[in-house]
């Protein structure tokens, strides 16, 4: 049983620089969330899809941050001229949506340390 | 207010001891109540999932839901190391909207 799978688990930038990152679902699912959690804090909603098509994104996330799921598989996140309040976990879950309640599964995390 | 509040802890209890977790919330369209254990730089771990209102049990681990106060418990009995952690509740309505608490960390001791 293949759970979700981020990459990398951490990455170190400098401010200004731009950073990318992979989700895999769990490979049924059909739906795929973006979280941000910082130390202390729950998992923040930034944006989720069902299938390829982006429904929701949170007012949080500012337009330096894009999200992309083509073909409904993985998916990316971007962070572009990254600054140091943009460190943080973020995390990729994948659910079933369908007949019953979704649940959330998620992945290890991308721990981002912007210097 | 917060849609969810979780007492931030920490908490540090002796091994074998029962621990109860708990939350409020304020939104009474939430039905589906769920616990997510967190260890250190990892993600969240499905734990429990209950619908409504009553008790589940699985192992060592019952969850509680009070739909009328609007709050909701975990409890761990005969409590081991292995369960130090963060514990996160998590709840929803219908809508596709999961909301967390800030998690409580605990420490069980040897």
């Known amino acids: 049983d293949t759970g979700v799978s981020q990459d990398p688990r951490h990455k170190i930038t400098k401010r200004g620089q731009n950073v990318t990152f992979r989700c895999d679902p769990i490979?049924?699912?059909?739906?795929l969330y973006w979280y941000r959690q910082t130390l202390g804090q729950g998992p923040e909603f930034l944006t989720y899809?069902?299938?390829?098509?982006?429904?929701?994104k949170s007012r949080l996330l500012s337009d330096r941050f894009s999200a992309e799921r083509p073909k409904g598989s993985f998916s990316t996140l971007e962070i572009q001229r990254t600054e140091q309040g943009d460190s943080a976990m973020y995390l990729c879950?994948?659910?079933?949506?369908?007949?019953?309640?979704?649940?959330?599964?998620f992945g290890s995390g991308t721990q981002l340390s912007v210097l | 207010q917060k849609e969810v509040e979780q007492d931030p802890g920490p908490l540090s209890v002796p091994e074998g001891a029962i621990v109860s977790l708990n939350c409020t919330y304020s939104?009474?369209?939430?039905?589906?109540f769920m616990w997510y254990r967190q260890y250190s730089r990892k993600g969240p771990e499905l734990l429990m999932y209950?619908?409504?209102?009553g008790n589940k049990e699985d192992g060592r681990f019952t969850a509680q839901v009070d739909k009328s106060s609007k709050y909701i418990s975990l409890f761990i009995r005969d409590s081991q190391p292995s369960d130090s952690a963060t514990y996160l509740c998590?709840?929803?309505?219908?809508?596709?909207?999961?909301?967390f608490g800030t998690g409580t960390s605990l420490t069980v001791i040897p």
């Open positions: 879950a994948s659910s079933f949506y369908g007949t019953e309640h979704e649940k959330l599964f």
């Open positions: 490979s049924e699912h059909n739906r």
């Open positions: 899809f069902q299938n390829e098509a982006q429904l929701e």
């Open positions: 939104n009474s369209a939430f039905q589906y």
């Open positions: 209950t619908y409504s209102s």
């Open positions: 998590a709840m929803s309505g219908t809508g596709n909207q999961f909301y």
